[in-house]
């Protein structure tokens, strides 16, 4: 399957058509970014990392019987996807208090949540992905009340299953971001699963090991990253 027409580039990725109609190739981009872009900086390989990274939690989800765009991987920075029509809504789903939810509630970070939290923000980066709630996720016809509880229901799964695989690799699943499209008739989850999405903690240190170490200027991005892909190789 080779690339033929190029078709969109977001921050991390770049897509491209194929002789298939029904799927896309996927680039990851070596190109880390934070605060809606405004903080950008080129490392060398987290494209290769987060491929790799994807393509086994994708490989893991699917044994669970997790429907998601992921067909194969293709190359050290390629991958084969169904082609989705995104629904704008991106979902947070947290199990620990970080970022934005310790400042906006006023709480510690790492204080562990009774219950999994999840939110929606729209997905629009000019407008900083602002939160939503359903009344405007209907009101703006971004999704339908079924496929919003399809999404929910399949959010919920994720971290159910996430969490207990990371733990056996000792990494706390802090919270992540997923997105969701429609591909004939179907509900999958799309984008990625890697530290540029999800927090990842250390169990016994605390240790950061996601993009919060590039936003905080904590150092050692890359290595975090190859820390997160060397447990993975080890468990799955």
């Given at each position: 399957m080779e690339k033929r027409d190029f078709l969109?580039?977001?921050?991390?990725?770049?897509?491209?058509?194929?002789?298939?109609?029904?799927?896309?190739?996927?680039?990851?981009?070596d190109v880390a970014t934070a605060f809606d872009g405004l903080k950008k900086e080129s490392l060398e390989n987290k494209g290769i990392l987060n491929n790799q990274i994807s393509s086994l939690f994708f490989h893991h989800l699917a044994k669970e019987n997790i429907p998601s765009h992921y067909v194969k991987t293709l190359s050290e920075r390629d991958m084969l996807v169904k082609s989705l029509e995104i629904i704008p809504v991106e979902i947070i789903v947290r199990n620990i208090v970080a970022?934005?939810?310790?400042?906006?509630?006023?709480?510690?970070?790492?204080?562990?949540?009774?219950?999994?939290?999840?939110?929606?923000?729209?997905?629009?980066?000019?407008?900083?992905?602002?939160?939503?709630?359903?009344?405007?996720?209907?009101?703006?016809?971004?999704?339908?009340?079924?496929?919003?509880?399809?999404?929910?229901?399949?959010?919920?799964?994720?971290?159910?299953?996430?969490?207990?695989?990371?733990?056996?690799?000792?990494?706390?699943?802090?919270?992540?971001?997923l997105e969701f499209g429609r591909h004939k008739g179907e509900i999958l989850l799309g984008d990625e699963i890697t530290p540029d999405t999800c927090r990842f903690w250390d169990a016994a240190s605390g240790e950061k090991l996601d993009k919060d170490r590039f936003r905080r200027e904590m150092g050692k991005v890359t290595e975090a990253y190859q820390e997160v892909l060397r447990r993975l190789q080890e468990v799955d």
């Amino acid at each position: 399957m080779e690339k033929r027409d190029f078709l969109y580039e977001g921050k991390a990725k770049k897509l491209f058509r194929t002789d298939d109609p029904d799927l896309v190739i996927v680039e990851f981009k070596d190109v880390a970014t934070a605060f809606d872009g405004l903080k950008k900086e080129s490392l060398e390989n987290k494209g290769i990392l987060n491929n790799q990274i994807s393509s086994l939690f994708f490989h893991h989800l699917a044994k669970e019987n997790i429907p998601s765009h992921y067909v194969k991987t293709l190359s050290e920075r390629d991958m084969l996807v169904k082609s989705l029509e995104i629904i704008p809504v991106e979902i947070i789903v947290r199990n620990i208090v970080a970022g934005s939810l310790a400042k906006r509630m006023g709480l510690e970070e790492g204080t562990v949540l009774k219950k999994t939290v999840l939110e929606h923000n729209l997905k629009d980066d000019e407008l900083h992905d602002p939160m939503l709630n359903r009344y405007h996720i209907y009101a703006l016809d971004l999704a339908t009340p079924e496929e919003m509880d399809t999404i929910e229901t399949m959010a919920l799964q994720i971290n159910q299953v996430l969490r207990p695989f990371l733990l056996k690799m000792n990494i706390v699943l802090v919270d992540f971001k997923l997105e969701f499209g429609r591909h004939k008739g179907e509900i999958l989850l799309g984008d990625e699963i890697t530290p540029d999405t999800c927090r990842f903690w250390d169990a016994a240190s605390g240790e950061k090991l996601d993009k919060d170490r590039f936003r905080r200027e904590m150092g050692k991005v890359t290595e975090a990253y190859q820390e997160v892909l060397r447990r993975l190789q080890e468990v799955d």
